[in-house]
């Protein structure tokens, strides 16, 4: 089986070959290869002109800058409030509070309300107190009581379940009230369905 070597060691073997006595002449060739050493694959590959290669670099050039020189759009700013870490941490704690349905109209006196020094006002039904009031009542709390906003949540919250808990009695209260009233006359018809049922079964016994 022939021995074959790599390109870049043809020169190097042929030497070796020579001085073992192994090949008694040089080959003709030695000297070429010597002095224009081979590439590692039998494969040449194709010279590339410099006048490319230089125009080439020149366009990469030219479009890195106008890529870097492009305008950006302009962004609008991020609107961040204070309220709104505390509107996450509240539903985050309460998801039913989202569930509740929210009225959208106004009330009979067409005001919004600006004034959260306490979470129900005066004349307030509990069941105007939603999560909304709550975040502007700690925020409230936060800033002028100087609370921090653990304390200020711990003191909303605590408020904020006792209207729960008074909304719930007064709606007990109203279902119960409701019942009775629906339960009166029902009463009533039944009494005298009753009484009507018992005379005309104490005629149809004294007919017989």
Known sequence: MAYRCAPTKLAST??????????????????AVKNTPPGPSIIRAREIDPSLQQNNA??????????????????????????????RQFFKDHPFELARPKVLVENTNATNRTDYSTLLLPGMHPSEVDGETVIRYQLHLMTNENMTEREAYSKATSEFYEIRAQEEIE??????KMEETLQRPLRKYWTERGIKLEELALKEGERI
Not at 171 to 176: D, F, G, P, S, Y
């Open 171 to 176: 709606a007990r209260e109203q279902r119960k």
């Open 14 to 31: 042929a030497t070796n070959l020579i001085k073992g006595n192994l090949l008694k002449r040089a080959p003709v060739w030695l000297q």
């Open 58 to 87: 020149v366009e990469q050039k030219t479009r890195y800058k106008q890529k870097h020189l492009r305008t950006k759009a302009p962004r609008p700013l991020r609107i961040v409030y204070p309220e709104d870490k505390l509107r």
